[in-house]
């Protein structure tokens, strides 16, 4: 991707952009992400995306000329959009921002929304990693999910993906389904190796409030999985997936190589980087400040069509919520980084009083510079977090 600005622009902060795409052909009965089913004022939405960017630019002129290393396009399902309603967006992309040669661009996938001919489209505008939402190799489990896709499908959006030439493609898949076995999943997982995608993410069905599979199970008509049913089954793919070559550097992330790691989440989970977000319910975080966008499409294009970014709210958490943002970040990906720790918090988290326990129940892995979860700390993360939530006040 050619940016726009000259590299001898003053390149002030490094920053991280998401995109979220209000829009899907279907619900699915488990998702609470925000997105509809009507598409009739995509284009609109499109326009009132790109002129977000501009208030962005108008309300945070520190923003222009920033590095972007990473770029999210989100949903809702981005792989409704157009090849020429993505060029739109990235062209306002160009304009305002100086984009890293070493880039990540990631657009998610439905593979029921996909071509040949979009896909390579995608990437002649500079996309290079593709998220394919495919949960599941089995028909029974794709349909009770409300899915649009079949496992047919799944797979030739991926040979569609490796045919326009992206190098960096990963594959969510969905475990702890209710009834599901060990075998369906490995029959799944075994599915999702023979793509020899770079990178797998393997996430665990959580019940969301409002979601018609809350109502199912609220209803009784639906029975989740036993925690210990769903640890089983974390721990299987887990296994599986390591002992296929990929290594995890998140509770629900899997990848091929360190280089294969998916950059912009990491950002997320980094807890002190910087990253802006545009469409509705996006969220970011951006001079210590956290604020999320309105979620009503409506209201969303309503507002930026008077002039007016379409913010819901903000907070700027205090240093005992950052302590706990950045363990909790730290802990479910690559680490906390101690001397950062120190510096920020005044706390040398190596000496509190839980991490011996917490080493010695094979919980945690302690370096010079790193804390970190073992594979088995992983499956309790929240509890290690709780347990080191309170700072302790301790003399060096
Ligand atoms: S396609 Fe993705 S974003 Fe859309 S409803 Fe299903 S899970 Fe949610």
Redesign the pocket.
């Known amino acids: 991707m050619e940016p726009s600005l000259q590299s001898g622009a003053l390149i002030l902060r490094n920053v991280s952009l998401y995109f979220h795409i209000p829009f899907?052909e279907k619900?699915?009965i488990y998702?609470d992400?925000y997105?509809i089913e009507d598409q009739s004022s995509q284009s609109r939405f499109v326009d009132a995306i790109c002129a977000e960017v501009d208030l962005k630019i108008r309300a945070y002129p520190e923003l222009y000329g920033a590095n972007v290393e990473t770029i999210f396009f989100g949903?809702?399902?981005p792989s409704l959009l157009t090849p020429e309603e993505l060029g739109k967006i990235i062209s306002q992309i160009k304009k305002y921002f100086v984009i890293a040669d070493d880039y990540e661009f990631t657009l998610e996938c439905?593979p029921g929304t996909v071509s040949f001919e979009k896909l390579l489209a995608y990437r002649a505008l500079g996309v290079n990693r593709l998220s394919f939402?495919v949960q599941s190799f089995h028909e029974d489990e794709l349909l009770w999910l409300s899915?649009i896709h079949t496992a047919d499908e799944a797979r030739l959006a991926v040979a569609y993906a490796r045919e326009a030439g992206f190098d960096n493609v990963n594959i969510d898949l969905m475990f702890s389904l209710p009834n599901q076995t060990k075998e369906k999943l490995q029959y799944s997982i075994e599915q999702a190796l023979s793509l020899g995608t770079e990178h797998i993410s393997a996430y665990n069905l959580t019940v969301e409030e409002g979601t018609p599979l809350n109502r199912m199970v609220k209803l009784q008509q639906v029975h989740e999985l036993s925690v210990d049913d769903a640890s089983v089954l974390f721990e299987y793919a887990q296994t599986t997936l390591i002992g296929s070559g990929y290594f995890q550097y998140e509770i629900s992330n899997y990848a091929r190589s360190a280089e294969l790691k998916c950059k912009h989440n990491l950002v997320y989970w980094d807890g002190y980087k910087e990253y802006v977000s545009f469409g509705p319910s996006a969220h970011e975080f951006f001079n210590g400040e956290r604020s999320w966008n309105i979620s009503s499409l409506d209201s969303y294009l309503d507002r930026v069509h008077s002039g007016k970014l379409p913010r819901n709210n903000s907070e700027h958490p205090n240093e005992s919520e950052r302590r706990t943002e950045v363990l909790f970040c730290g802990l479910r990906s690559t680490g906390v980084d101690r001397n950062q720790f120190l510096n920020n918090f005044g706390e040398e988290l190596g000496l509190h009083s839980e991490i011996k326990p917490l080493i010695a129940e094979g919980l945690l892995k302690v370096d010079a510079d790193v804390i970190k979860l073992t594979s088995k700390g992983y499956r309790f993360c929240d509890a290690i977090v709780i347990r080191l939530m309170t700072p302790e006040l301790i003399s060096l």
């Open positions: 899907c619900k699915c998702c992400f997105s949903g809702g399902t439905n939402g899915r």
